[in-house]
């Protein structure tokens, strides 16, 4: 059977710090359990706070591309397309997919994410993915072994959304631990399985508000990899 749990009273982060020391201390208070082999799923926002992926919008000047995109969706203020503008590096805005209301990005490293990743936060700032999430990833998934001895497999999960549905789902953005594709050889098909992962922690995870940034996923039976990276699940 596989369970499915969401760690509560993780504490709202506003300032840089060790997101996995955070993590023990709350799985510590609120007995919390973890075993090994686990899938953790954590939330990418509360990574890229921790380690600091703020930027002021107030320092951002948007460029003629970012103005023109504002043109059609002027929901998007032009700083946050910026921003957007800038996570995929490309600034005339060649890896944007520019859609009615929808804004879909290529990031450098292949992955193609709502918005690039960006959410607007509060007070003027926009919050970006953390540099390397397969760094995170490992950096958690250690520091679990170090303070709780459990060695557990980390999926980085971002919200998504897609230009033909409503809403959003749950997709992985970095991984450590756990070779994101489940391949069956003798029927010849392939599953993403950090994907299918990351949404099912995405029902105990919800979205905005709900508080529960880090989901333990128990009973999965998968590929461990230490050499894995997100990389391997894309085209």
């Known amino acids: 059977m596989i369970e499915i749990n969401g760690l509560q009273g993780v504490p709202m982060i506003e300032n840089t710090c060790n997101i996995g020391e955070i993590f023990v201390e709350t799985i510590k208070k609120q007995k919390f359990e973890i075993y ?7 939330a990418s926002k509360i990574c890229s706070i921790a380690e600091g992926n703020i930027v002021k919008l107030d320092e951002i000047t948007p460029s003629i591309v970012a103005k023109k995109i504002h043109e059609k969706i002027p929901r998007k203020d032009s700083r946050l397309i910026q921003v957007i503008i800038n996570q995929t590096q490309s ?7 520019v859609e009615d209301n929808y804004i879909g990005a290529w990031l450098p490293n292949g992955l193609y994410l709502t918005s690039a990743g960006v959410d607007k936060g509060k007070d003027g700032y926009a919050i970006v993915l953390p540099n390397d999430c397969d760094k995170t990833a490992k950096n958690i ?47 010849k098909t ?17 979205q905005r508000g709900t508080n529960i940034p880090l989901v333990a996923i128990h009973g999965l039976k998968y590929e461990k990899s230490s050499d894995s990276s997100i990389k391997d699940a894309l085209n």
């Open 36 to 42: 090994d082999g686990d899938v953790i799923c954590v």
């Open 91 to 97: 600034p005339d805005g060649r890896c944007l997919e």
């Open 141 to 187: 998934s250690d520091t679990f072994y170090l303070q709780l001895g459990v060695r557990v497999s980390v999926i980085i999960t971002d919200s998504d959304g897609r230009i033909d549905k409503k809403g959003a789902n749950q997709v992985a953005v970095g991984l450590y631990g756990i070779n994101g594709l489940r391949i069956d050889k003798e029927n």
């Open 190 to 206: 392939v599953e993403t399985l950090c994907d299918l992962l990351a949404s099912a922690a995405g029902l105990v995870m919800g």
